[in-house]
């Protein structure tokens, strides 16, 4: 079974972590979800979530990849975070697979694990400041780093990771159960 690390920040977007860990959980993959700086992590919209673990314990070789959900205040605390930054260059240096909707393809630039293509959302690709943003695809990948573009793309997202790490029948079956038509 594929196993997905998703950290949670103060200020992280809810319905990204929370339809990233639903599409991928629906999928058959073990998502563990890891509280930075706190075990209750509350996002942008007031919400609250208890994580599983503390990103400390978090260990690349452990898991086949790390998604980073978005959100302002979130992003800058993975962006900031020497745990963070440093898991996300472990796992590129192990060929293991990143993601990142929204905002958070901000944290992968910091890390320099960003993809040469990358989506985010609207304006964050001037925070960025890099070549090779596309507005046009809800969901980039290239080679081992998929970002999308937010809230709104939080199913696709979800479903492409879960085609990528369990299988186009799988991906299937999920997209066609959830309606996801436009995905």
Known sequence: MAKVCVPLAKGFEEIEAVSLIDVMRRGGIEVIVAGVDDTVVTGANGITIKADIDIKFIVA???????????WEGTNTLAENDTVQELLRE?????????????????????????????????V?????????TDKEKVVIDGNVMTSRG????ICFGLAIVKRLVGDETYQQLKEGLLADYC
């Open 151 to 154: 809230p709104g793309t939080a």
């Open 61 to 71: 070789d452990e898991l086949d990849m790390i998604v980073l959900p978005g959100g």
């Open 91 to 123: 796992m590129k240096a192990k060929d293991k697979l990143l993601g990142a909707i929204c905002a958070a393809p901000f944290a992968l630039n910091r890390a320099g694990v960003l993809g040469e293509r990358y989506t985010c959302y609207p304006g």
């Open 125 to 133: 690709e001037e925070q960025i400041g890099k070549e090779g943003y």
